[in-house]
């Protein structure tokens, strides 16, 4: 039985703690979608959760595996959200880019 991270709160902000079962030799962290990024953060994309027509034409529009994405506006509620990649602000739906990985989180800058 896998157990959720536990969160915390730690002086200003939350800190996710996550526990390490033996015999998981994989990476403890969970991965990180892009719907999880916030305003002004970058990543890298590392692949996609998608049907195999999405995936292609997200990849044709600039979310190839390997490629910088910052977040970036988002509409009133939240839905769609707009992300810069390869010089083009792209809106995707939440559902979509709960379906893109990502890597190698950056601070970015911070928008207000």
Known sequence: MVR???????????ILKLMQLSGNNGDPR???????????QEAV????????????????????????VRAGRSAPGGDPR???VDGSEVALRRETAAGIRLRELRAGRTAG
């Open 30 to 40: 969970p991965p990180v979608t892009l719907c999880q990024l916030r305003r002004g």
């Open 82 to 84: 707009v992300f810069e």
């Open 4 to 14: 959720p991270p536990v969160l915390t709160e730690r002086g200003h902000g939350k």
């Open 45 to 68: 994309v590392d692949g996609f959760d998608l049907p195999e027509e999405v995936a292609r034409r997200l990849m044709e529009l600039g979310f190839l595996p390997g490629s910088a």
